[in-house]
């Protein structure tokens, strides 16, 4: 299997490393183009500025690229920012995203970056809490009814999937706990 890490900004790296660090790791590709991406199965969205990331995936191609994949089924892993990107509206913004999440979310919900925290975030998926990493975090504020809620933080959405399609608010690339990532390469 191969894992696509958009590589355009942000934290790429960190989620490659993360990868690698599974009992079984898959092979990764640093996605750049329409034709990285036509290389892998899955695609993670890492964290990063979303207004800067969206004009680059328009003016690469890439954003019809991602579009075209998720609707033939690629399961895709946006965080942060990557949820951000996903989703189908972003509060009090005109801001382009992929649309590919039926939910809404608010940019910055937890405050700016002086802000930043980290805290136990219990999901539905997994057994044990992971350690969530919460740095100018988005939160879902509506969703649609074919998006299941995967976590909550505070009584806040932070976590959410739809079919193939994964949103977190955090950065689990950012703890030694690769449980997400590993769980990422087998649905």
Not at 7 to 12: H, I, K, M, N
Not at 29 to 47: H, N, Q, S, W, Y
Not at 96 to 114: C, E, H, K, M, P
Request: with cysteine.
């Amino acid at each position: 299997m191969r894992v696509g890490v958009l590589a355009v900004q942000g934290d790429f790296e960190k989620h490659i490393h993360s990868l690698k660090s599974l009992s079984n790791p898959p092979e990764t590709i640093e996605v750049r183009t329409p034709e990285d991406l036509a290389k892998v199965e899955r695609l993670i969205i890492p964290g990063g500025e979303s207004t800067t990331v969206g004009l680059l995936l328009q003016r690469y191609g890439l954003a019809d690229a991602i579009q075209e994949r998720a609707a033939a089924g690629m399961p895709i892993w946006g965080t942060c920012m990557g949820m951000i990107m996903l989703s189908k509206k972003v509060e009090g913004r005109d801001q382009f995203t992929l649309g590919l999440l039926d939910i809404t979310v608010r940019r910055n919900a937890f405050g700016a970056q002086v802000h930043s925290f980290e805290a136990p975030v219990s999901m539905t998926n997994l057994s044990e809490p992971v350690e969530g990493v919460f740095i100018r975090a988005p939160i879902v504020t509506e969703y649609g009814d074919l998006t299941e809620v995967l976590a909550r933080y505070d009584g806040k959405v932070v976590a959410v999937r739809q079919g193939t399609i994964l949103g977190t608010s955090f950065h689990p690339e950012l703890t030694d706990d690769t449980r997400l990532h590993e769980w990422f390469t087998t649905f």
